[in-house]
């Protein structure tokens, strides 16, 4: 028989059945397999985070998924029927959900660490910090983009930073990020 149970410890979904002893007499472990659900909500990297900041996806973007899984979902029952329509609109809600949660923009900053989504870099390799304004931040994704620096925004995003890098061995020369506070999230980087 199979049975789920959430590890609050690792943050994991488990799920599985009992097994038997290896080889060496060993017990094997009790759980098969098991997933994370949300990589964004695991551990910080440290416990002692100076700065955090989530930016969710805006009001708009959201709408206009739902208005065109909407649209589709009722084109699709106008021509083929309920059943086929059906299906499609609960899987169509489902990938939603997911990019929805992928969307979300995580930055923390801790005593020795910068980390950005599931980029990180330590904060005794930062350089020159500029906030940017609104103005600048459209220039910086559009015409002066630069593609060898490390960007980490979303296009609902109006404000950020751009902070360059004093490691060689990187492959970036700088990092883009977008903030909803960029002054303060400056202030706790040049703080250190």
């Known amino acids: 028989m199979s049975e ?23 017990r094997k472990s009790r759980w098969r397999h098991s997933c994370r659900l949300h990589e964004r909500y695991r551990e910080p990297v440290s416990k002692e985070l100076r700065y955090s900041e989530r930016i969710f996806p805006s009001l708009g973007a959201t709408l206009s998924l739902a208005a065109l ?3 589709m979902t ?24 997911l990019w929805w949660i992928r969307a979300i923009h995580t930055i923390e900053v801790s005593h020795d660490w910068l980390r950005v989504n599931d980029a990180k870099v330590t904060l005794q390799h930062l350089g020159e910090l500029k906030v940017l304004t609104p103005n600048e931040w459209k220039c910086e994704r559009g015409v002066n983009f630069d593609p ?16 360059k890098l004093r490691d060689e061995r990187d492959p970036h020369n700088a990092w883009v990020i977008a ?12 703080s250190d």
Do not use: C, M, Q
Request: glycine share 8%; no cysteine.
């Open 69 to 71: 899984i909407s649209s």
């Open 148 to 163: 060898g620096a490390y960007h980490a925004h979303r296009f609902w995003n109006k404000t950020g930073l751009k902070i």
């Open 4 to 26: 789920v149970r959430w590890d609050f410890l690792t943050g994991f979904w488990s799920f599985g059945v009992p097994r038997g002893n290896d080889r060496t007499g060993r």
């Open 74 to 97: 009722f084109a699709i029952w106008a021509a083929l029927g309920l059943v086929i329509a059906s299906s499609f609109a609960a899987t169509a809600t489902l990938f939603a959900l």
């Open 179 to 190: 903030s909803k506070n960029p002054e303060t999230f400056a202030k706790f980087l040049a």
